[in-house]
């Protein structure tokens, strides 16, 4: 298929034998990706950090072709979900079909390896160009905040790997949390008002969350995504201690996913209000708001240059979605940035995750064009 995929395959075999499951060390791809990009005369930084297992993470930031601004970054992160014990070869690559499977293949090591390879291949390259491997994407977008913290890894235009099918995706929406632990009082089931359920006061909130959900949060609308507004979950829910106490808490999580347009503190201010009327009808109504994540979405520009560089190369029309990616992180950094990546979101974070060789073959050579078009390397 191409002369290109033999090295591929090989570099992508050695990236997906190291576990680097967001709950370990990711320094054994750190160090190779390395030693491989300084061997090609890229200087490169590493920031450290410690994740709240206490497990040391690393972000690698790779630099050739000047100091100061990038004109290009390629980003991916170096982590992975777990993987089932039953998957023997996950950590092996193996070929069927045209796909190459193990995981990591699809999100995001592929990507890494087209990166590393079309940055390796650049010879000369006349305005800085930039490889970021990042930590802890899967677990939170940690290690890309921590770029931000630091003021590191920026560029004028940013490739974020992400298995997008090599369509250009230059929008996304946010991602947020909040934990909500309602409070009642215990007491015997045969006398409810000896009592307060906080199991009934919760479904008393979780009513009127669904009630703003359908309503008041479609009025805001971006028509660039599918679907159109930000989305409301809740997803897990725990209360009580047995079958006849009346509960005395009950926990559940809100997570909602917002366009870029709206402020990501918009539901979290939502559940504000809904605590404030239930104490109204209820004055002993008692209810605590831990919001734990609030990710900004992104909307780059369809016309931005880096998105029509991708569109043109790819012969893909740009898109959007509705998980969230590192391309918010980048954009803080003063990018311009588009997800990008071979193979399909929909096969990644399962047992058989694979990426198409065809796939990898195109964006390891569309990667290359960006090379020579942002920097005007070989």
């Not at 990038?70 to 070929?95: F, I, K, N, Q």
């Not at 009082?185 to 006061?201: C, M, N, Q, T, V």
Request: some cysteine; glycine content about 8%.
């Amino acid at each position: 298929m191409s002369d290109t995929l033999p090295a591929l395959r090989a570099t992508l075999t050695e990236l997906v034998a190291m576990d680097t499951t967001s709950s370990r060390p990711n320094a054994p791809l750190i160090d190779y990706a390395q030693a491989r990009l300084e061997a090609a005369g890229f200087s490169a930084e590493r920031q450290k950090f410690t994740d709240d297992a206490g497990v040391e993470k690393i972000n690698l930031v790779a630099v050739k072709g000047g100091s100061g601004r990038a004109a290009l970054a390629l980003v991916g992160h170096s982590d992975c979900v777990p993987y089932d014990a039953a998957w023997t070869d996950a950590l092996r690559l193996t070929e069927k079909d045209g796909r190459l499977y193990a995981r990591g293949a699809c999100d995001t090591k592929g990507f890494i390896a087209c990166a590393l390879h079309a940055a390796l291949n650049a010879q000369q390259v006349k305005a800085p160009l930039m490889v970021v491997l990042t930590a802890d994407e899967e677990v939170g977008l940690t290690g890309a905040k921590k770029l931000v913290e630091a003021g590191l890894g920026r560029a004028r235009h940013a490739i974020v790997g992400e298995p997008t099918r090599l369509i250009p995706v230059r929008a996304n929406k946010g991602y947020c949390l909040a934990e909500v632990e309602v409070v009642g009082k215990e007491g015997h089931s045969a006398y409810p008002d000896s009592g307060a359920s906080a199991i009934f006061r919760a479904g008393r909130f979780l009513q009127r969350l669904e009630h703003l959900a359908l309503t008041v949060l479609r009025e805001d609308r971006d028509e660039g995504f599918q679907p159109p507004f930000t989305t409301v979950n809740v997803g897990t829910i725990q209360g009580g201690k047995a079958k006849n106490v009346i509960p005395g808490a009950c926990r559940f999580v809100v997570e909602w996913r917002p366009i870029p347009g709206q402020p990501p503190e918009r539901v979290s201010q939502l559940l504000e209000t809904i605590r404030q009327e239930l104490v109204r009808d209820e004055p002993a109504f008692e209810a605590r708001i831990r919001v734990v994540r609030t990710d900004r979405g992104v909307n780059t520009r369809a016309d931005a240059e880096v998105v029509r560089f991708l569109a043109e190369a790819s012969g893909n029309a740009p898109e959007t979605v509705s998980f969230g990616t590192e391309a918010p992180q980048m954009t803080e950094l003063g990018a311009e940035a588009v997800v990008f990546g071979p193979g399909d979101i929909r096969v990644a974070h399962q047992t058989g995750e694979y990426v198409p060789v065809e796939d990898l073959v195109r964006c390891e050579a569309i990667l290359a064009r960006a090379v020579a078009h942002f920097c005007g390397g070989n």
